[in-house]
Structures are given as structure tokens and as C-alpha cells.
């Protein structure tokens, strides 16, 4: 009789490789398999979250707290002024304190208080982004500790030179952003730049282009639009348009003109390409990952408490950032100035709602979710669109842009705002014939 411990030809266990695919099997579930409970289909992540916000005096209690820990932090650790970008968004973060307790004791300016304005940010994105990301992190173990990015990451080498100019081992970084954070996906962009294995062209392409927002954020833009019944429709598509939009971003100006140099005038480490079995060597870089990681419990503390570091970081920002974006699209004509950029795109294609749509869009280079508060009374396509374009155009103001600026990576301000611009008109002119395809 075989023991329960054998182990297959490469010398691991039975029991070993079986845990690799029943972990990547969770995190895909978790965050890719959409269940009906109760009349609502969701992803299971989101189901959960749900139930978590349905806890009487849940928000109130730990959005509060988030937001009022995070601003203060800076100035507790003494990081507020440390740059230009950092003080401004400290005091940002002390404005989003002000906010949140406008929010929960309804007092202040009756223009804030408006049901679109500070209770609009305060519930639907600040209590569920700051829940979602925690809690989405605790499942991201699965995805991205055990393996299953290398696995991903061999196949997609073949395409990753010819299409986005960057190695196969980019491709990490890319699932990393989607299944992770920008945040993460910026950290490994950064590290691998830093030990020469990016050129300063490959990390600011990767970085412009694959450092987006997650899976997890997505949720919640989803669910502003009232989305989640297309959720699969809406990922994929979002996801292949934000990789097309790079595809052609990393061959014009500004990313095309970047140094292939390496950090520092180092030699480099240029990839090898793979060769022979692709699938044998896919499954070797993953359990090697596997083999070397921690524990599931391990796993799980470490990325629950990188998840709340991330939500005392976004919370207040969101909270500041959201509110003084719709005072400034509602009450001054800012956006809609700016918006006259995209106008043209968005009449070319047809879009049902061409004025609202290049407004909204505008909004993006201030928070990722502004541009989805304007158009949630909108039709299908514009909600769709914009959807789309909220993670598609990579770069805003509240997170992505000081993450990167903080980074060694070469990409200054003006850099930010030419690729911002490129990643929207593209992303109407390649998103919205589609979309009119399918509804």
C-alpha cells in the first residue's frame, strides 16, 4: 500500500503539490467565481465583506478609526514633510479626519452634507474600501505566496518582449497589481529596477502601465456602478483594454524616449529566454516558490497587517481627496474645462453620454473612484466605460502618482500627466466600439 507522503518524480510529495493547487484553486474562487446568497451575485470576497459592513455600528466605529489613525501617522512617525508630496498629502489626511467626522455625527456645511458629496464618499467608498482591502489581502496568500505568479509568469514571457517590451518576469508585477495593489506591484517594479533587472525604460512602462489597481478595488467600483451582476464581463474586459492601452503607450512619447540604461550604470541581468517544456519549468519556478514560503498562517498575519497598513494609508486620503474632488466638480468648472480634452474622443465614438463621460474621466487624475460617483444614474455604456477607465488610466494624485514618486524609478510630473492623458483617449477609442458591440 502507497503511503499518503509519496512523492512524484521531481521529488516532492504528493501532498505538497496537491496544497500548491488547492491553494491557487481558493484564491481564483475567492476572487474570480461569482455565487448568488441572498439574491446578491458577488465574488465570495465581496460576500463577505457585506456581511462584515452589516455589523451594527461597523462603520461608523472602524472607518472612523482608520481614517483618524492613518492621518495622524505621519506626523506620529515623523515622515509628513520628508518631501514636497508627502506634506501635502499629510495634510490632506488631517482634512479627511475633519471630514469623517462630519460624516458620522452629520454636522458641518449643509453643501458638504449633501447626500453627494461627504455621506457619498463616507459610504460607499471609504467604509468599503477600507474593509475590502484587509480582508482581500488575508485571501491574496493564495495568489501571490505560493507560487502561482511564477507558474503565470513562464507562459506569459513569450508574449511580454514583443507586446510591452519588458521580460517575461514583468509579468509578476502585472498579477501582482491585479490580484495585490498597485502598491505591491510598484514595490517589486522598484526592487527588481533597483538590483538591475529592469532597465529605466522597462520600470517606467511597467510602472505606468501594469501599476493599477487590484482586483479588490475593482469590486468597489463595480458595485458603485451596480456592475457585480457582469463582474466577470467587466474584469476581463478591463483587464485585456489596460494592457492593450500599454502596448501601444510604451512605443510613443514619453515611455519611448526613457533610458534603457540600467539603475546606476549597472551591468544588468538580462532574462534568459525559457526553452523546452514550457509547462515543466512553469510548475518548477512555482514550487520552488512554494517550497520556500511560509506557513498559510504566517501568510495570512503578514498580508493581513500589510492590508491594514494600506487602508490607514488610503482611508484618510479617499476620505479628503473624494470629498474635495466632487466639491470642486460640482462647485467650480475645473473638470469640466479639463474634460473638453476628452470631449472629442468621446462624441467621435458615440458614447450616449460624450460630455458626462469626458467630465467624469477628467476627475480621474485626482482619485481613481471620483470619475464612477458622477455617472452611477448613467446609462450601461457609460457605465461601463467608465468603469474601465477608472483602473485603465493607471497614474492619479491620491495614490498611485506619490507611490511611484517615491520610488527610484525615472518618471517626473510631467511624465505622469502626458501618460495620463494618452491612457484615457486611448482607452475611449479601443473601449467604447466594443462596448457598443456588446450592449
Known amino acids: 500500500m502507497k503511503k499518503i507522503n509519496d512523492t512524484n518524480k521531481s521529488g516532492r510529495s504528493v501532498i505538497k503539490v496537491f496544497k500548491f493547487i488547492l491553494y491557487a484553486l481558493i484564491g481564483i474562487f475567492m476572487f474570480f467565481t461569482t455565487i448568488t446568497i441572498k439574491g446578491n451575485n458577488s465574488i465570495p470576497l465581496d460576500h ?19 481614517v483618524t489613525i492613518g ?67 488575508i485571501f491574496l496568500a493564495f495568489l501571490v505566496n505560493y507560487g502561482l505568479m511564477e507558474f503565470i509568469g513562464v507562459f506569459m514571457q513569450v508574449i511580454m518582449r514583443p507586446v510591452w517590451k519588458t521580460p517575461g518576469r514583468s509579468s509578476i508585477d502585472a498579477v501582482a497589481s491585479f490580484v495585490g495593489s498597485y502598491s505591491l506591484g510598484l514595490l517589486i517594479t522598484n526592487k527588481v529596477y533597483t538590483e538591475g533587472k529592469y532597465t529605466g525604460k522597462e ?11 487590484s482586483a479588490t478595488f475593482m469590486v468597489i467600483v463595480a458595485n458603485t456602478l451596480g456592475l457585480m451582476d457582469n463582474w466577470l464581463l ?56 512554494f517550497d520556500n514560503a511560509p506557513t498559510l498562517l504566517e501568510s495570512i498575519i503578514i498580508n493581513l497587517k500589510a492590508g491594514v497598513k494600506l487602508a490607514l494609508s488610503i482611508g484618510p486620503t479617499l476620505m479628503s481627496v473624494g470629498v474635495l474632488g466632487l466639491v470642486l466638480a460640482e462647485y467650480t468648472p475645473l473638470f469640466d474645462i479639463v474634460g473638453y480634452i476628452f470631449y472629442p ?30 455617472v452611477t444614474e448613467a446609462d450601461i455604456i457609460t457605465k461601463f466605460f467608465i468603469g474601465i477607465v477608472s483602473v485603465s488610466e493607471v497614474l492619479f494624485f491620491s495614490a498611485s502618482i506619490p507611490c511611484i514618486m517615491a520610488t527610484e524609478i525615472p518618471l517626473n510630473f510631467k511624465d505622469f500627466i502626458i501618460i495620463w492623458m494618452e491612457r484615457i483617449i486611448l482607452t475611449i477609442l479601443i473601449a467604447v466600439p466594443i462596448l457598443h458591440l456588446i450592449f
Open 48 to 66: 463577505i465583506v457585506n456581511y462584515i459592513k452589516s455589523i451594527p455600528y461597523f462603520g461608523p466605529v472602524y472607518a472612523g478609526l482608520i
Open 71 to 137: 492621518g495622524i501617522l505621519p506626523f506620529i512617525n515623523k515622515t509628513w514633510n520628508k518631501d514636497r508630496a508627502t506634506t501635502i498629502f499629510s495634510i490632506l489626511k488631517l482634512a479627511g479626519i475633519v471630514f469623517i467626522f462630519m460624516a458620522i455625527f452629520n454636522m458641518g456645511p449643509k453643501q458638504l452634507l449633501k447626500p453627494d458629496v461627504i455621506p457619498f464618499v463616507y459610504e460607499k467608498i471609504v467604509i468599503p474600501v477600507t474593509t475590502i482591502v484587509p480582508i482581500g489581502s
Open 203 to 213: 520600470a517606467a512602462i511597467i510602472a505606468t502601465g501594469f501599476s493599477t489597481v
Open 234 to 289: 467587466y474584469f476581463w474586459l478591463t483587464l485585456v483594454i489596460t494592457f492593450i492601452v500599454t502596448a501601444i503607450t510604451t512605443r510613443i512619447y514619453p515611455l519611448s524616449k526613457k533610458t534603457d540604461s540600467y539603475y546606476k550604470g549597472q551591468k544588468g541581468d538580462v532574462e534568459k529566454v525559457v526553452t523546452g517544456n514550457r509547462f515543466k519549468i512553469a510548475y518548477e519556478e512555482g514550487m520552488k516558490v
Open 345 to 374: 474622443f468621446t462624441l467621435l465614438t458615440r458614447l450616449p453620454e460624450p460630455l458626462l463621460a469626458a467630465k467624469a474621466s477628467a476627475l480621474s487624475i485626482a482619485e481613481m473612484f471620483l470619475p464612477a460617483m458622477l
